[in-house]
């Protein structure tokens, strides 16, 4: 990916101004969240979704360059298979579930 510093039509000061407020909320509902996840009772193995969760948290810290494009890799499904069958579906899971019993 290409470099993109300076595409933005406001000031570094103009966007914090802008969406500070905003973003700190959302930064508290993920704090809040984790806090849960402390709180409650483990079963075993984290959950996959905690842990792609866990993966886009340092990706938001490493302050490296496309994190939301690599964030939504993360988060995405690429797999190219159609289901055969929704049975057991409740929705979009928001996380790639990993494939268990399957030899690479």
Known sequence: MKEIKGTCPLSREQVVGQYFLEHRAKLLDVAAFLDRLDRATPTGVPDFREQALRQALSILADNAQHRTARILDLLSDSSEEIPQSAHGMKGALG??????????
Do not use: D, E, I
């Open 95 to 104: 996380a790639v579930k990993p494939v268990t019993g399957v030899s690479t």
